[in-house]
C-alpha cells in the first residue's frame, strides 16, 4: 500500500502557488484589508519575509497602490516604492471589490491568482 502512495503521490508538475527563484521555492501570499489597520501591519511583516515571492493586495477604490502606501505611512511603516518592485519583496496592488463576482476581477486576474497563490490571509 505504501509503494501505491509513493508512487502516485508525486505532484512535483503543480506549482501550488510556488515560484522558483534561483532555485528556492518561494511562496504567493494574497491579502486582503492592506489599507486597515492589521492589515497594514500583516503587509509590513509579510515584506521581511524571505520565502515569499509576492505579496498580492487586493483593495477596493481607486489608486489602490497609492493607498495602501499611505496606510502603511501613517502607521510609521515603510511606504511602497513606486516601481513595481518593492524594496523587501515584489508587493502587487491590485483593485477588487470583494462582494462582486470573482472579487471584480477580470478572467485573467482570476486564472493568474488561482495559478499562483499559496496562501490567503483575509482581513477585509
Known sequence: MLGLVNQFSVFSNLSNGLRYENGTRRKVVLLTGATGT???????????DDTLAQVICLVRGKSVRQRVSNALTSRQKEPLRSEARDI???????????????????SQDTLYLSQNVSTIIHVG
Open 38 to 48: 492589521l492589515g497594514t501591519h500583516i503587509l509590513h511583516l509579510l515584506r521581511s
Open 88 to 106: 523587501y519583496r515584489s508587493v502587487v496592488c491590485v483593485k477588487a471589490s470583494l462582494g462582486e463576482k470573482n472579487l471584480g476581477l477580470s
